[in-house]
C-alpha cells in the first residue's frame, strides 16, 4: 500500500532564496529514489516563506529508504538552523477511498 504524506515548515526571513535551491537538489535526489511515486515542493501562495512538500511512496520499505538516504538526512540537518522550529512538521495520510 502506497505511503502518503505531506511535510511542512516556515522559512527564516533571509533564507528563502537558499531554501527554494536546497529543495530543488532534494527534490532530484529524492525522485531518483526507487519507490518514490510522488515528491513535489510549494510554497503557499499566501506566506512564500511556508514550504509544503507532498510526497508518495511506494509502501513502507520505500519510505523507510527514504528516511535513511544520505541526502535526506544531510537535507534535515542542513535547515536546522534556517527553519522556524528547526526542521519540518510531517503529517501521514490515508486516503478516502479503499
Same mark, same amino acid.
Given at each position: 500500500?502506497?505511503? +502518503?504524506?505531506?511535510?511542512?515548515? %516556515?522559512?527564516?526571513?533571509g533564507q %528563502? &532564496?537558499?531554501? !527554494?535551491?536546497?529543495?530543488?537538489?532534494?527534490?532530484? +535526489?529524492?525522485? $531518483? %529514489?526507487?519507490?518514490?511515486? !510522488?515528491?513535489? +515542493?510549494?510554497?503557499? $501562495?499566501? /506566506?512564500?516563506?511556508?514550504?509544503?512538500?507532498? &510526497?508518495? =511512496? +511506494?509502501?513502507?520499505? @520505500?519510505?523507510? $529508504?527514504?528516511?535513511?538516504?544520505?541526502?535526506? !538526512?544531510?537535507? /534535515? @540537518? @542542513?535547515?536546522?538552523?534556517?527553519?522556524?522550529?528547526?526542521?519540518?512538521?510531517? =503529517?501521514?495520510?490515508?486516503?478516502?477511498e479503499r
Amino acid at each position: 500500500m502506497p505511503k +502518503a504524506l505531506y511535510a511542512t515548515f %516556515e522559512v527564516l526571513p533571509g533564507q %528563502e &532564496e537558499t531554501l !527554494r535551491q536546497m529543495m530543488a537538489d532534494l527534490t532530484q +535526489a529524492v525522485r $531518483a %529514489e526507487p519507490g518514490c511515486l !510522488r515528491f513535489v +515542493a510549494y510554497t503557499r $501562495a499566501d /506566506n512564500p516563506l511556508a514550504f509544503h512538500v507532498d &510526497e508518495i =511512496y +511506494a509502501d513502507d520499505a @520505500a519510505f523507510a $529508504a527514504h528516511i535513511g538516504s544520505a541526502h535526506g !538526512r544531510a537535507f /534535515n @540537518a @542542513a535547515i536546522a538552523d534556517k527553519v522556524v522550529g528547526g526542521g519540518s512538521t510531517v =503529517y501521514f495520510l490515508d486516503a478516502t477511498e479503499r
